[in-house]
């Protein structure tokens, strides 16, 4: 099938049972309660779906927009890992090579930036591996100019169990490290760098 380009058409390629879109969009406009596009793969090694983007100077290579006032709970983007035995499957991995932020969230409004609801019971919610840091800092939080009464990092518990268990722990875990400092505080202010 042509358009009033000959490079632009849809092709139908027999030999490998494809069906190719030359110089040309796909548009759905579904305007039913019905799923736009539906994968049922069997493939154990190929990739489901790949963009291949090199060419992109300013745009993105997948957007998923909504201008919707629905105040609902619900999620423009939503993976799922439904077997308890996949322990193995990463829901979502990223993977930077260059020198550049490889997630960036801009939470525009008063609302979270990033929530974890884990179950996990034994496992971090959150584990940095094996840092190559140097001379920056491995977790940092900056620029918290505009706190009033609010914290740069709370670690709250509310928990009755009478364990010995510790909010925050600090170790440094090689006797010969004599110079590394297990807590560091700066208070330029006049208040107490530690207030019990």
């Known amino acids: 099938f042509y358009g009033d380009t000959a490079s632009s058409n849809m092709t139908w390629d027999t030999s490998a049972?494809?069906?190719?879109?030359?110089?040309?969009?796909?548009?759905?406009?579904?305007?039913?309660?019905?799923?736009?596009?539906?994968?049922?793969?069997?493939?154990?090694?190929?990739?489901?779906?790949?963009?291949?983007?090199?060419?992109?100077?300013?745009?993105?290579?997948?957007?998923?927009?909504?201008?919707s006032s629905d105040t609902n709970t619900r999620y423009l983007s939503y993976f799922i890992n439904d077997h308890a035995s996949a322990t193995g499957t990463?829901?979502?991995?990223?993977k930077q090579d260059a020198a550049q932020t490889a997630m960036f969230v801009d939470q525009g409004g008063?609302?979270?930036?990033?929530?974890?609801?884990?179950?996990?019971?034994?496992?971090?919610?959150?584990?940095?591996?094996?840092?190559?840091?140097?001379?920056?800092?491995?977790?940092e939080i900056n620029d918290v100019d505009g706190l009033t009464t609010g914290n740069a990092l709370y670690v709250a518990s509310n928990s009755s169990d009478n364990?010995?268990?510790?909010?925050?722990?600090?170790?440094?875990?090689?006797?010969?490290?004599?110079?590394?400092?297990?807590?560091f505080i700066q208070q330029d202010g006049a208040d107490a760098s530690i207030e019990l």
């Open 17 to 67: 049972d494809d069906l190719i879109l030359n110089d040309s969009t796909l548009k759905i406009d579904q305007d039913d309660n019905a799923m736009s596009i539906n994968i049922d793969s069997e493939a154990t090694t190929a990739n489901v779906a790949y963009l291949e983007v090199d060419a992109l100077t300013t745009g993105s290579g997948l957007v998923v927009h909504s201008n």
């Open 90 to 94: 990463r829901v979502l991995y990223l």
């Open 110 to 139: 008063d609302g979270i930036g990033i929530d974890i609801d884990t179950e996990s019971t034994t496992k971090a919610a959150i584990r940095i591996i094996d840092p190559k840091t140097t001379t920056g800092n491995a977790v």
């Open 163 to 183: 364990s010995t268990r510790n909010i925050v722990k600090i170790v440094n875990d090689n006797a010969s490290a004599d110079n590394a400092v297990g807590l």
